[in-house]
């Protein structure tokens, strides 16, 4: 399964972006769906993740309700809607696909076998 980010750029605060992860190969649907984000220096960190029938979202306390990650099974896409943006959530957004194991791994780098280079989101204050 290839998996690949797009739709990064510069904002500013309080505005919006869509990230979407475009995935290639079989049993797409199949497979959950999470989004991480490492800013400079710091982390790779949880950010949203959806299972693999679009039943059930996670998401960071931090995005919690100004972020919402939904899939299109038709097209093989992960959505990652981000609203209310802030400087904080800079950094570099990486899209990965996996078979979690449990619903704790959904939110852990472990639960992900695929991922992709990442694009880049700057929110400028």
């Known amino acids: 399964v290839l998996v690949e980010e797009s739709g990064g750029g510069l904002v500013q605060t309080g505005d919006s972006l869509r990230l979407t992860c475009a995935a290639s190969?079989?049993?797409?649907?199949?497979?959950?769906m999470g989004w991480f984000r490492q800013a400079s220096g710091k982390e790779r960190e949880f950010v949203a993740a959806i299972t693999w029938n679009g039943d059930t979202a996670y998401y960071s306390d931090s995005v919690k309700g100004r972020f919402t990650i939904s899939r299109e099974a038709a097209r093989n896409t992960v959505s990652l809607q981000m609203n209310s943006l802030k400087p904080n959530d800079t950094g570099v957004y990486f899209c990965?696909?996996?078979?979690?194991?449990?619903?704790?791994?959904?939110?852990?780098?472990?639960?992900?076998?695929?991922w992709g280079q990442g694009t880049q989101v700057t929110v400028s204050s």
């Open positions: 990965a696909a996996g078979r979690p194991w449990s619903s704790d791994d959904y939110y852990l780098q472990r639960g992900y076998d695929y």
């Open positions: 190969g079989r049993s797409f649907s199949a497979y959950g």
